[in-house]
């Protein structure tokens, strides 16, 4: 109904193959991120960045990595939480280890480094596939976390063994650490995840993108073209690590400052992104980031309600909280298996063609 | 700049009254302006005026290298491609007539159009064209080269006559030494008087006539009509009607050239639509037949939509059927209602627009017959500023024009300025005026008896002029009449309202100089099944449905309403449809009931379906059954009284 | 060379030192492979019948313990105080057999008959869903705080040689060994049993032989309840019904790998070989790098053996088509 | 040049001795025989009879347990599916195998991905898409687009194929093996499942590729009229077993082969 797109012909190969080829959308995604960039911080308080807005975009990051695994490449990963940790810990080891190292680049060398790791244990999906690699995944969480809570190393011999980020600047701002302004944590955060997520976005609709779906959608077709399914999935598992990778690192040194690694990035946390990916829908950036807010927000307004207004006790609340979520997986698997993503586009098909039915 | 000669349109400058000359100016004056898009692998691919020129030019040694002549006829067959455009300005620079033809002409009329034209080459798009064209290359002594645009499953064609666009253009290229006028001279060389092109008219008679048409009619007929529409260079068409037709001639020909404005050429006739909804055209040109299928498309589609949806839009469609011509013609509104026509714009009329690529029309006209006033009131009612054009080849188009304020659908609009009208004793239309053709071609005797002293052309058409001067079309003259019992009979009108009843496919009126008024209907299958399922009627397979009565009856409900609407009608006092008879199978333009542009051979008609037409007006009840197997049916074809 | 005299050599001559205490452990890895085992099972269960990988399997050992309590301390659901009748362990165990069918009657309805042809991965996902669903159920209504449960099991122990044995433990290893005796005869010899068979391999099948999809799969999935029962009274007799009860379904996971996810035996020799290798690896291993290895360790031995069998100990081999 | 090409009779592929058996079941026993370049060569036979499987052994998917394969010339045993595609052999299959979660356009784009410059495709020049990988991705749009063009698909270019009707499908399937530009194509049962209009539709398309790109063409088909009209030579498979070689008239008349179809009809 909002749309009036005839006349907007395309003359060339670039322009057709635009991410947003349709006016209207674009402009509305540019007026959405002036929205979060120019707006919001004027109203936003210490609460509002701390608990929603930077756990919401820092879990978008790891959800658009997830997604790129388990949307796009179809192998499904519950290893997240471990690869966070992952993250985390390099970034912990990277500053401490090397002060002088700019913040930016310890984020990025954090993906790397979780990068490897992560392609190590994409080794398996060179035999094994579907559940099997999802129970390989698990093996990777659990042994992550016993690795990092075990060995000393890795908390700098800490007595506590937490991890905790030291202050760190970007351009004069700090942007880490007690006194970082939340803030300032918030914007950096918000133009951080923006540029991964577009550089996400150009991979998926690039021949890589193309690569992986394949894999997903027909494995044996795809070989019989010329794919190598060992490579590509292996891509596919260091992309998507380093993602998550630079999400766990950003969860510890913006977010949360200080964690017991095993306890922040426990299996939960898996499931928690899986639940975005799902519920934001598989195969979608814009998915990621709807999931993540869902999953995040859900929650929060849960507790208010039920413990605020309804006078619940906290600890009845949580079991409220894990039937709600299960619900919500098994509802979206029923009934949209793609999630508010799909949602959202079959709304948009209908503006598009209204008021004719097709 | 184009308006910079409008006010001066009668006396056109010599270097710019033939369509390259006009070529030259704009690759002068805006070369990089877009003069064509073709959408092709994908993409709208532009051509500018500067590179059209160009490809003109090369094409135009390629010509000239075949010994193409001045005066000499090429023959221009395919699908609306800029190669098929631009062939037509190449053959015109070098003195050449380029003659359009019907691409989906029978053999058999190729060989006659060919011919008659005395073809030198011909130009084709593909192999389907080149094949026709050799098929009947025996009988046309003049032909001696055949081109074509698309390569594909050319591969096996090993004649030495036939090239390839791109090979044509190479060896005119290197042969470029050894000729005596560069491009420009040879332009320059052409006059406002020659003869441009030559236009087919797919004779409603059998015997095919060449409307020769100079550069100076097409360019002033142009020019006038577009100085009174307000089209300038920044328009955008989309050119999809076949090339053959004055219609499309006249738009994405000679005011394409003339005004500089950008011509879209679709990627294949299957994605017409999606490429009108891409290019959505500010100026835009259509035949009854086409605006009526976008019209059921819209109603069937409605007709289909959820609840709310359909009586949102049947609503705001009613509040438009009021008040949106008046808006659209710029007349005054009350102030509610025009904020309610704002909302249904928003809600339905803008988006339904949108879907079709119509919203950025400036002007759209109904050329060729008579449209339905239901069907065009529909789209001026959504805003749509669409307009019934007097389009015959003889005129360019040019006789007359709408003022703004007072569009309707039975009325072509006042005469055009420059253009003197009348309605002769028999009331037959005739006029004279600057896009006047100069003469059927090889045709001394037709010439004659249409063009009558001092430059009047009898149009052969009968209309009316009304007291403010507009005025209606009948009908065709030789067609129109009264029944023995003197009730005034135009069967092109009776025919338009029939056509637009549901179950009704098509039909065909008979009536002047017989006793009563009858009908030849064909069914609209696709309807009346959809009927025949719903009312869950089984009838057996092999028994043929046109001829069930329960069909039948269904015709005649609507029938019915058509005489009523005449018996409310002053101007059709008597007229009633008294018998009429369901004929199997639908009219075509391959069996040739039809011109390839929708029009009724109704001479051929009436031979093709005599013996019906005798049971009609023998006044029996049924046709013999040895008739009726001659039309496929078993039992014998009932006729049905009303 | 240090390194080798540590990680080899010292708990070779460990085990050499104290037979009797490997004994001991290997014993005890037995007995907890037999847990493994069970749960396993019903892993293998269901994946045979519903091609479902029912992620949800260690919270139905859970769900089901907590029910269990509930009835025998006779407390009133969603209030944890004890109003009703206190039930007999039979009774008990009878009539949390019945809410374990009616769950799997509630499955079929909710989950599985929307999702039917879904993608593997999709129902698997959504089994994963349902474990969250359960675990919340089960803390609503029964309370989330540590319970006792004791159904009469002899506990205790006797000396074979200086071997120490639990008789829990003995009664354990006999209840499982029971219920796959009880489960081979239901799935060779019964009609019902090769159904059950036949819709693994494929649907269209298991309709010729006669019995709906739908009945086959509530009966699959009670009898997946009662082995989570069973297991769920194991486990839960022996360190008390708690949240951590849900997670040896991810102590099971390994051994599928092992034994493969379509065979019983597979399921049973795998839990063992995971149950032993794990206690001696933690016992004889663990202290070197300062212990609780045994959360991965099963899943790393299960890795290595992927990479060269993927189809697992007694899975057959995979023939990939076009 | 086709038509020169298919009278020098110059073999692409031949096939020696090859067996094939999956556990105790033989697939293919002993079947030997060879495509000559620029030519259809169609493979019959009953259901069951091998055929696919022959198809799975020429393109590496399946390894034989004896015989051997040469293709242009150079032999081998054991080949990676890829490696087979690499090497210009393209295929689609008896049931549709597209990937349906990507539209029509972006199929027949996967079946460019071993044309593609392996840097500017790479993961670094990828993330920043403009740049290399945009031209490269360009680059290949054209080719795809006259593929697009050539099986007069462009009305449903980005349509997802999952909504597409059956032919349609398997009309895309033929673009995306087109799109690698192989020197040998095999079409598993290309017409199978169409109405009458589709299946000419499709002729004519086979048709013109192995005439405007001198492609060679190995078919596997049921229906007779159509491999009548397509092959120039038809080899013919049963129960694994090579019963017949030749042009279609020889084999149509062949005792062997009609007693093998009758066998199956009856």
């Known amino acids: 109904m909002f749309y009036r797109e005839s006349g907007q012909f395309k003359t060339s190969y670039q322009s057709d193959q635009a991410v947003f080829p349709i006016r209207q959308d674009l402009w509305c995604v540019v007026a959405f991120f002036l929205f979060a960039l120019v707006v919001i911080p004027y109203f936003g308080t210490e609460y509002f960045f701390q608990a929603i807005m930077i756990p919401v975009l820092i879990f978008s990051l790891a959800a658009i990595g997830l997604n790129l695994l388990t949307g796009y490449c179809g192998q499904l990963s519950l290893g997240t939480g471990g690869f966070m940790a992952v993250g985390a810990v390099a970034c912990y080891k990277l500053t401490t280890g090397f002060p002088e190292l700019p913040f930016i680049i310890t984020l990025l060398l954090s993906g790397l480094i979780t990068a490897g790791v992560g392609l190590l244990f994409g080794i398996p999906s060179l035999r094994i596939k579907g559940f099997y690699l999802a129970v390989a995944t698990l093996a990777a969480q659990f042994f992550l976390s016993w690795l990092f809570n075990k060995v000393a190393w890795f908390q700098n011999y800490t007595p506590s063994g937490t991890i905790t980020m030291p202050p760190r600047e970007v351009l004069g701002y700090a942007v880490t650490g007690p006194n970082a302004d939340a803030m300032h944590r918030y914007i950096f955060c918000l133009l951080f995840v923006i540029v991964l997520a577009m550089a996400a976005k150009n991979l998926v609709r690039g021949p890589i993108g193309r690569s992986w779906m394949a894999i997903r959608d027909m494995d044996i077709a795809a070989e019989l073209i010329g794919f190598r399914p060992f490579q590509t999935k292996l891509l596919a598992f260091s992309v998507s690590s380093f993602y998550v990778g630079i999400a766990g690192a950003m969860a510890l040194s913006l977010w949360l400052g200080s964690v017991e690694t095993a306890e922040a990035f426990d299996i939960n946390v898996s499931f928690q992104v899986l639940f975005m990916i799902i519920i934001g829908g598989l195969g979608s950036m814009m998915g990621s980031f709807v999931g993540a807010a869902f999953i995040i927000l859900a929650p929060i307004a849960l507790t208010n309600v039920m413990v605020s207004w309804l006078g619940m006790q906290a600890v009845t609340a949580k079991h409220f909280e894990f039937i709600f979520f299960g619900g919500m997986i098994i509802f979206f698997l029923v009934v949209e298996p793609h999630g508010i993503a799909r949602i959202w586009q079959l709304v948009k098909e209908k503006l598009r063609i209204w008021p004719l039915p097709y | 700049m184009v308006s910079a000669n409008l006010d001066s349109v009668d006396n056109i400058s010599h270097t710019e009254d033939t369509f390259p000359k006009l070529l030259l100016k704009h690759a002068r004056e805006r070369g990089s302006e877009p003069a064509f898009r073709q959408k092709r692998l994908g993409i709208w691919q532009t051509l500018t005026w500067q590179q059209a020129k160009d490809t003109a030019e090369k094409l135009s040694f390629g010509l000239a290298n075949m010994g193409l002549e001045r005066g000499d006829k090429v023959a221009i067959i395919g699908q609306n491609t800029s190669m098929m455009y631009l062939s037509m300005l190449a053959t015109q620079s070098l003195g050449g007539v380029p003659v359009p033809i019907f691409s989906d002409a029978s053999n058999e009329e190729f060989q006659l159009l060919l011919a008659h034209a005395e073809i030198k080459g011909a130009i084709c798009q593909d192999q389907e064209q080149i094949d026709k064209v050799e098929s009947v290359k025996e009988s046309i002594k003049s032909l001696e080269f055949l081109v074509f645009e698309q390569p594909r499953g050319m591969r096996g064609y090993t004649q030495n006559y036939i090239y390839s666009i791109d090979g044509l253009i190479e060896a005119g290229v290197s042969a470029k030494g050894d000729r005596k006028n560069n491009f420009e001279d040879e332009v320059m060389a052409g006059k406002g008087d020659d003869l441009s092109t030559i236009i087919y008219t797919p004779g409603t008679t059998a015997q095919p006539k060449g409307v020769m048409l100079s550069y100076r009619a097409l360019i002033l007929a142009g020019l006038k009509s577009a100085k009174h529409e307000g089209i300038n260079a920044h328009e955008n068409v989309l050119a999809y009607l076949p090339i053959a037709w004055i219609g499309d001639h006249l738009i994405s020909y000679a005011q394409h050239n003339t005004l500089g404005f950008t011509i879209n050429c679709p990627e294949s006739p299957d994605t017409l639509l999606t490429d009108l909804k891409d290019i959505s055209p500010s100026y835009f040109l259509a035949p009854p037949r086409i605006l009526e299928q976008v019209h059921a498309e819209i109603t069937g589609r409605i007709a289909g939509a959820a609840r709310l949806k359909q009586s949102l839009y049947n609503s705001f469609m009613k509040l438009a059927n009021r008040v949106g011509d008046r808006i659209t013609s710029g007349k005054n509104v009350g102030p509610f209602d025009r904020f309610a026509y704002l909302l249904g714009k928003f809600m339905i009329y803008g988006p339904i627009k949108n879907t079709l690529g119509f919203n950025k029309i400036k002007v759209a006209f109904n050329a060729g017959d008579p449209i339905n006033s239901r069907i065009f009131n529909f789209y001026r009612a959504l805003g749509i500023n669409l307009k019934p054009l007097y389009l015959q080849a003889e005129s360019s188009g040019y006789v007359c024009l709408h003022q703004q304020n007072e569009v309707r659908s039975n009325s072509v609009g006042q005469a055009a300025s420059d253009v003197e009208l009348r309605i002769n004793e028999d009331g037959e239309i005739e006029y004279r005026s600057a896009g006047i053709f100069s003469g059927y071609y090889k045709d001394k005797k037709a010439t004659n008896s249409v063009l009558i002293d001092d430059g009047w052309f009898k149009s052969g058409d009968a209309g009316e002029l009304s007291e403010n001067g507009s005025l209606r079309l009948i009908g065709r003259a030789d067609e129109v009449g009264s029944t023995t019992s003197g009730v005034k009979v135009s069967p092109q009108y009776i025919e338009n309202q029939l056509r637009f009843c549901d179950f009704i496919g098509n039909a065909v009126v008979f009536g002047a100089g017989r006793a009563f008024v009858s009908a030849l209907i064909t069914i609209d299958n696709e309807k009346v099944n959809g009927y025949l399922e719903k009312s869950d009627e089984n009838i057996p397979a092999d028994e043929e449905i046109s001829q069930q009565d329960i069909v039948a009856n269904l015709l005649e409900r609507e029938i019915n309403s058509i005489n009523t609407i005449f018996s409310d009608d002053p101007d059709n006092s008597g007229l009633k449809i008294e018998k009429f008879i369901i004929i199997p199978g639908q009219f075509s333009s391959l069996n040739g009931e039809f011109t390839q542009m929708g029009k009724l051979r109704r001479v051929f008609v009436t031979e093709k379906y005599k013996k019906l037409i005798d049971a009609i007006y023998g006044g029996n009840d049924i046709v013999d059954a040895k008739a009726s197997k001659n039309f496929g049916v078993k039992a014998a074809i009932k006729i049905r009284r009303l | 060379m240090e390194f080798i005299n540590l990680v080899l050599i010292g708990p070779i001559l460990e085990i050499a030192e104290y037979p009797a205490f490997f004994l001991e452990v290997v014993f005890g890895g037995l007995m907890s492979g037999v847990m493994y085992s069970l749960v396993a099972l019903g892993f293998v269960l269901i994946f045979k019948a519903s091609g479902v990988f029912n992620f949800a399997q260690g919270v139905f050992a859970l769900f089901a313990a907590l029910t269990l309590v509930g009835l025998m301390t006779g407390t009133m659901p969603f209030s944890l105080d004890k109003v009703l009748p206190e039930l007999p362990a039979w009774a008990a165990i009878i009539a949390t057999f019945i809410v374990m069918v009616g769950l799997a009657i509630a499955v079929e309805r909710i989950v599985l008959r929307p999702l039917v042809n879904q993608d593997h991965i999709i129902m698997f996902m959504s089994t994963i869903g349902l474990a969250f669903v359960l675990e919340g159920l089960g803390d609503t209504i029964w309370g989330s705080e540590v319970k006792a449960l004791d159904v009469g099991i002899p506990t205790g122990n006797f000396m074979i040689g200086e071997i120490q044995i639990q008789i829990f433990d003995l009664w354990a290893a006999g209840v499982a060994a029971f219920l796959v005796v009880v489960l081979a005869v239901f799935f060779q010899s019964t009609r019902t049993g090769r159904a059950l068979r036949a819709v693994a391999d494929d649907h269209q099948a298991a309709l010729s032989v006669g019995i709906p999809l739908k009945n086959i799969w509530i009966i699959v999935w009670s009898v997946a309840g009662l082995v989570a029962l069973v297991a769920g009274i194991m486990w839960g007799s022996k360190s008390g019904v708690q949240f951590s009860l849900s997670l040896i379904a991810l102590k099971a996971l390994p051994v599928l790998i092992l034994g493969g996810f379509t065979s019983v035996p597979g399921a049973i020799v795998g839990g063992l070989i995971i149950g032993v290798g794990e206690k001696v690896a933690e016992v004889y291993w663990g202290p070197l790098v300062n212990g609780a290895i045994e959360n991965w360790f099963a899943y790393v031995v299960a890795l290595v053996f992927l990479l060269f069998r993927p189809q697992g100990l007694f899975g057959d081999k995979i023939i990939e088509r076009v | ?266």
């Not at chain 4, 001198?214 to 596997?220: N, P, R, S």
């Open chain 4, 1 to 266: 040049m086709s038509i020169a090409e298919k009278n020098t009779s110059e073999a692409i592929l031949t096939v020696e001795n090859i067996t094939l058996s999956f556990g105790a079941v033989r697939a293919i026993r002993d079947v030997s025989f060879n495509i000559n370049k620029s030519e259809i060569r169609a493979i019959i036979g009953p259901n069951g009879a091998g055929k696919t499987s022959m198809l799975n052994v020429i393109n590496g998917f399946y390894h034989p347990q004896e015989g051997k394969i040469s293709f242009r010339g150079e032999v081998r045993k054991q080949m990676r599916p890829h490696e087979a595609a690499a090497g210009g052999i393209a295929r689609t299959f008896q049931n549709v195998a597209l990937f349906k979660g990507m539209s029509t356009l972006d199929n027949i784009m996967t079946g460019r991905n071993l044309k593609m410059n392996k840097w500017n495709v790479s993961l670094v020049p990828s993330m920043f898409y403009y740049g290399p990988t945009q031209k490269e991705e360009i680059k290949h749009r054209q080719h795809v687009e006259e593929i697009i063009s050539f099986l007069e698909i462009e009305a449903i270019r980005k349509t997802p194929v999952g909504r597409l009707p059956y032919g349609l499908q398997k009309r895309v399937e033929l673009g995306r093996a087109l799109a690698a530009e192989p020197d040998l194509l095999l079409l598993d049962e290309p017409m199978a499942g169409m109405n009458l209009e589709e299946k000419e539709d499709m002729c004519r398309f086979i048709l013109d590729v192995n005439d405007e790109f001198g492609t060679t063409i190995a078919l596997i088909e049921h229906d007779m009229g159509v491999v009548m009209d397509l092959s120039d030579r038809v080899v013919v498979l049963d129960h694994g077993e090579k019963i017949a070689d030749g042009s279609p008239d020889e084999v149509k008349n062949d005792q062997k082969v009609i007693d093998a179809y009758l066998g199956v009809s009856s």
